[in-house]
């Protein structure tokens, strides 16, 4: 007797169940979302009056928007000039020699191909086997999902011949993400530490130190570029490859390299706006107009900037010298000398990261806090190099890098000039001994940590 | 009404019997076996199982036919009693055996996996040389082979992210090392799981017989990013496997253009 109710209430919560369902499959047409202007941009003077006038910031905004879209749709604006030279900065993957627009060389187009080819043989598998209302393709891509979608509706069922079957698999194995795609792999994997617009802002970042990159200032902290210049490409690439090791920042490898290079280019794209945000509310407090001519100056001048940027890239001819007794010796000679590298007085005599500049006291509490703050505002300690946590990579050439160039962003200076490369080689194989732990030998006799 | 709740009783074993039964058929059971003591794992799981499922079926059909037999309208008495010690010492000892069979049985294939005892001393990897050390950290995997002086811990080693490459057919033996909190290595193919403790250097060994790539997970929760902590392990041939560690050799050494 006490079923009967029972099952009533079953039957209905299970249509209940399916309403909901039906529900999410008509998805309401979103409202358009606008990036947000930065905080400084919207910022209030001592009076409490916006510094830059309300009509001022909807125009920016407004610019902003026409030169960059939505974080829904994503897209660079293609000026005239680039229409005439037939350059669409959207689309970055056509050779490098195809009017000099494409950022990749063909043996980089075949490794992105190669590497689609395995990430997507489940796909290509059911292709192969004619089974194409079986394939699914990941939430993130959504733009290679209405292609694909737009293809089976191409042809019914009973009419697909190998022709439509070649079509489907070159969907897949040509695949680069747009923009938009890029943007919703942003959304699900990046956007809760670094923010919608790359801000660094994302819900997840109060409680990470060191903090998620803002992006906004072009400023990128493992690059090999001198003079603080924004990142390669490849720079990006291996960040997101490798990740940084002792930070929240995690290594994506698990996606394809189209996927990562897609996600290179939405990091871009946010930095850029970024800076072209920056220098417009510049434009404005230098008291010049913000004329149309203004805008699109500003925008071609940032991206001049990252354009050129393999032009300021470091280079090192030669082979990589391998450590020696003597070279380390020399770079810890170089590490304790006031006159060149003066690492000393930041990392401490025994790199553990308390040199006598790394510190000071609190003005007024008195307290040991740190000297240093990045540019984006957060304390910074000069780092425990005994520890062995390379953030920018522990290869020779990383380490390289980062003494020659120092670290954008962080008190952590260039090499002065007058340091030659065998010099920094030297720095780069002592920084590395610091942290040797060689593995004591277990004798056959010693028990293993699993025995109990 | 008495048959009907016995039923409905009886029907919670006989589903779940069935969806044990057909489970294979749907996937739902383990991922094939690719290393040479996962059949021996799969044999404890399948034995602990079976015992497992006999005590299940006996006692849910006992419960079943008590409801049947003991329906409240046709027993208005109860019958107090103090209890029995004779079935008490029955269902004691019998749960105790069966507790002590199961540790006999299981103690070999312990032993040979985790124990100094069963680790691999000859071919080319052993605790004294071993392949490399793997790294856990929040939340990645890092895979440090010895350089060219063959030590691990020097400023020569190589490093790789996210993989970790083997050859098949081969005893291998690794370290595991954490940089922070307790993780666990897993690879549900191999049938190996072992925690990784901030502090200690950790020895395991498995010998792959498959090549292929299959998923490393971190089987003990690290914190708010576990759920992503996963990684590779990548088992090739011997000559790939060759290959892999010239070329990780050379793009260590890279001069940075690539
Ligand atoms: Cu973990």
Redesign the interface.
């Known amino acids: 007797?006490r079923?009967r109710p029972c099952l009533y209430a079953l039957a209905a919560a299970a249509l209940l169940g399916a309403g909901c369902q039906l529900d999410l499959a008509s998805e309401p047409a979103d409202p358009v979302v606008h990036y947000s202007l930065s905080p400084t941009t919207t910022a209030l003077d001592e009076a409490g009056e916006p510094l830059l006038p309300l009509a001022e910031q909807d125009h920016i905004a407004g610019s902003l928007t026409m030169l960059f879209g939505t974080p829904a749709n994503p897209r660079f604006l293609r000026t005239a000039e680039w229409v005439d030279d037939e350059f669409d900065p959207n689309w970055p993957t056509y050779a490098a020699d195809d009017n000099g627009g494409g950022e990749f060389s063909e043996d980089e187009l075949a490794a992105i191909k190669a590497d689609n080819e395995r990430d997507f043989r489940r796909e290509l598998a059911l292709i192969e086997a004619g089974r194409y209302e079986d394939v699914v393709l990941p939430s993130w891509m959504p733009d290679l999902r209405s292609k694909w979608a737009a293809h089976l509706a191409s042809k019914p069922a009973d009419a697909r011949d190998a022709e439509f079957q070649g079509e489907a698999k070159a969907l897949l194995v040509d695949f680069y993400p747009t923009l938009r795609d890029s943007a919703e792999l942003y959304r699900q994997q990046c956007l809760h530490c670094h923010g919608v617009e790359g801000g660094g802002d994302g819900p997840?970042a109060p409680f990470l130190n060191p903090k998620p990159r803002d992006y906004r200032a072009g400023v990128f902290k493992f690059t090999?570029m001198k003079d603080k210049s924004t990142p390669r490409r490849?720079d990006l690439y291996r960040i997101l490859?490798?990740?940084v090791?002792?930070t929240?920042m995690?290594?994506f490898?698990?996606f394809s390299q189209a996927e990562l290079h897609g996600l290179v280019d939405y990091v871009r794209l946010l930095s850029m706006r970024g800076m072209v945000e920056r220098d417009l509310v510049n434009t404005y407090l230098n008291e010049e107009a913000l004329s149309m001519e203004a805008v699109l100056e500003s925008f071609s001048a940032v991206w001049d900037k990252w354009g050129k940027a393999a032009e300021k890239h470091?280079?090192?001819?030669?082979?990589?010298p391998?450590?020696s007794k003597e070279s380390?010796e020399r770079g810890r000679t170089l590490f304790m000398d006031a006159a060149t590298g003066n690492c000393f007085s930041c990392h401490g005599a025994e790199g553990r990261g308390d040199g006598a500049s790394a510190f000071t006291k609190h003005p007024e509490t008195g307290e040991t806090i740190p000297a240093y703050k990045d540019d984006w505002g957060n304390e910074i300690l000069p780092r425990n190099l005994r520890q062995g946590?390379f953030r920018g990579g522990?290869?020779?050439?990383d380490i390289?890098?980062r003494i020659k160039n120092g670290i954008n962003g962080t008190p952590m200076p260039a090499a002065v000039s007058t340091m030659s490369d065998d010099d920094i080689w030297a720095l780069v194989?002592y920084v590395?001994?610091l942290s040797?732990?060689?593995?004591v030998?277990?004798s056959?006799h010693?028990?293993?940590?699993?025995?109990h | 009404m008495r048959l009907i709740a016995s039923l409905l009783l009886l029907a919670v074993p006989i589903l779940g019997v069935y969806t044990f039964m057909t489970a294979a058929d749907h996937d739902w059971w383990f991922p094939p076996a690719y290393s040479t003591f996962a059949p021996d794992i799969d044999w404890l799981f399948d034995f602990i199982m079976y015992m497992v499922a006999f005590t299940f079926i006996v006692t849910e059909v006992a419960l079943a036919w008590f409801v049947f037999k003991y329906s409240a309208k046709r027993n208005d008495k109860g019958v107090f009693t103090h209890g029995s010690h004779k079935l008490e010492m029955i269902w004691t000892a019998i749960p105790a055996v069966a507790l002590l069979v199961i540790a006999f049985t299981q103690m070999e294939t312990f032993a040979k996996i985790k124990f100094a005892s069963g680790f691999p001393t000859q071919g080319r990897f052993t605790r004294e040389k071993p392949i490399a050390q793997v790294w856990a950290s929040q939340f990645d995997w890092r895979t440090r082979y010895p350089g060219d002086d063959g030590v691990l811990g020097t400023v020569d080693d190589l490093e790789a992210s996210y993989e970790f490459v083997v050859p098949v057919n081969e005893d291998i033996v690794f370290e595991l090392r954490s940089r922070d909190v307790i993780h666990s290595w897993f690879v549900p193919e191999f049938r190996l799981k072992q925690d990784a403790l901030p502090g200690h250097t950790i020895p395991v060994w498995f010998n792959a017989t498959k090549e292929g790539s299959y998923d490393l997970v971190c089987a003990e929760l690290c914190g708010w990013g576990h759920y992503k902590m996963s990684g590779r392990v990548r088992v090739v041939s011997a000559q790939e496997f060759d290959a892999y560690q010239a070329d990780l050799k050379a793009k260590w050494f890279s001069n940075g253009k690539e």
Do not use: L
């Not at chain 1, 470091?314 to 990589?320: H, W, Y």
């Not at chain 1, 040797?436 to 593995?439: K, L, T």
């Not at chain 1, 010693?446 to 025995?451: E, G, P, R, V, Y």
């Open positions: 007797m079923i997840t090999s490849e490859d490798e990740g090791t002792g929240a995690p290594s490898r698990r470091t280079q090192f001819d030669g082979a990589v391998a450590p380390i946590i522990r290869r020779p050439i390289y890098y194989h590395g001994s040797e732990a060689p593995r030998r277990p056959s010693s028990k293993s940590n699993a025995d």
